[in-house]
């Protein structure tokens, strides 16, 4: 099983700060990765699938880069409403998902 | 638009089992599939399983093969999860989620299945 850890567990920044999530694979992915955002209560909303593609409607501050084992969820500019826990999901070996990452309002 | 509404909130008793629906509108049901993921109470995600709402193909976690079963009903769009011999540790919300190039692009609301003697 392909095991995805992701990086901090906690992030702490402000609005208007730029934030960078890791996920590091156990072996490589190729691009075959997705991030999801999740809020209290609700479902996860998939933002990134093939490592850089934004999904339906996520808007351009959120950007997904890497390949291979090591990769990036970059937000340019925090808004309030993007305080969540993110996930990082591989597709290339069944599909797993990572701990989460949870950005949280400094 | 797009829409997964899943049923009601289950309590069952270890050894139990239980079946979870999950009804689609807004696309074609038969053009995708319908993954399962589940998340225990303050905890991460746990994908269970995928199925093709085209032909019935599955694909289980191997965690829970031999416990879990997925099924589809094309002439009502609602897809079904089934899991037996539940255990405490089953106890979570359980999601259904419309699959798009082996991604899950739209989700239903949850279902909070608890076991509990």
């Known amino acids: 099983e392909i095991v995805l850890t992701q990086s901090p567990a906690t992030l702490s920044l402000s609005p208007g700060e730029r934030a960078t999530l890791s996920c590091r694979a156990s072996q490589s992915v190729s691009s075959y990765l997705a991030w999801y955002q999740q809020k209290p209560g609700q479902a996860p909303r998939l933002l990134i699938y093939d490592a850089s593609n934004r999904a339906t409607g996520i808007p351009a501050r959120f950007s997904g880069s890497g390949s291979g084992t090591d990769f990036t969820l970059t937000i340019s500019s925090l808004e309030p409403e993007d305080f969540a826990v993110y996930y990082c999901?591989?597709?290339?070996?069944?599909?797993?998902f990572g701990q989460g990452t949870k950005l949280e309002i400094k | 638009q797009v829409q997964l509404v899943q049923s009601g909130a289950e309590v069952k008793k270890p050894g139990a089992s239980v079946k979870v629906s999950c009804k689609a509108s807004?696309?074609?049901?038969?053009?995708?599939?319908i993954s399962w993921v589940r998340q225990a109470p303050g905890q991460g995600l746990e994908w269970m399983g995928w199925?093709?709402?085209?032909?019935?193909?599955?694909n289980y976690a191997q965690k829970l093969q031999g416990r879990v079963t997925m099924t589809t009903d094309t002439s009502t769009s609602t897809a079904y999860m089934e899991l037996r011999s539940l255990r405490s540790d089953d106890t979570a919300v359980y999601y259904c989620a419309r699959d798009h190039r082996d991604y899950e692009d739209y989700w239903g609301q949850g279902t909070l299945v608890t076991v509990s003697s």
């Open positions: 807004g696309y074609t049901f038969t053009s995708y599939g």
């Open positions: 999901q591989q597709r290339s070996n069944w599909r797993t």
């Open positions: 199925i093709s709402a085209y032909n019935g193909n599955t």
